[in-house]
Nanobody
């Protein structure tokens, strides 16, 4: 079954860290660009970070709002993409989604991140 499963969300205090995981199954994620998006109620889904395919060099891009705080990476042996989030702010609170840029994109189910004291 082709799917993406996110994990690692939760409640964290401002200034804290979380690492999100996106495990792919049924396909090899390294041959596709992979993305992390986030969404809050009433707003469109926002692209947070992107990593190109292994064949394209695995280059990364970030939204301005998370540059210097978030890092996207991939472990091809585990077929998993990660989002390391540091110095979290209340405005980072959202549901975070993983997406694979296949011909027909695949989305995970999302994981909630709440930054609050």
């Amino acid at each position: 079954q082709v799917q993406l499963v996110e994990s690692g969300g939760g409640l964290v205090q401002p200034g804290g860290s979380l690492r999100l995981s996106c495990a792919a199954s049924g396909f090899t994620s390294s041959i596709y660009a992979m993305n992390w998006y986030r969404q809050t109620p009433g707003k469109e889904r926002e692209l947070v970070a992107r990593i190109s395919s292994a064949g394209a060099g695995g280059s990364t891009n970030y939204a301005d709002s998370v540059k210097g705080r978030f890092t996207i990476s991939r472990d091809n042996r585990k077929n998993t993409v990660y989002l390391q989030m540091n110095s979290l702010k209340p405005e980072d609170t959202a549901v975070y989604y993983c997406r694979a840029d296949r011909l027909i994109p695949i989305w995970g189910q999302g994981t909630q991140v709440t930054v609050s004291s």
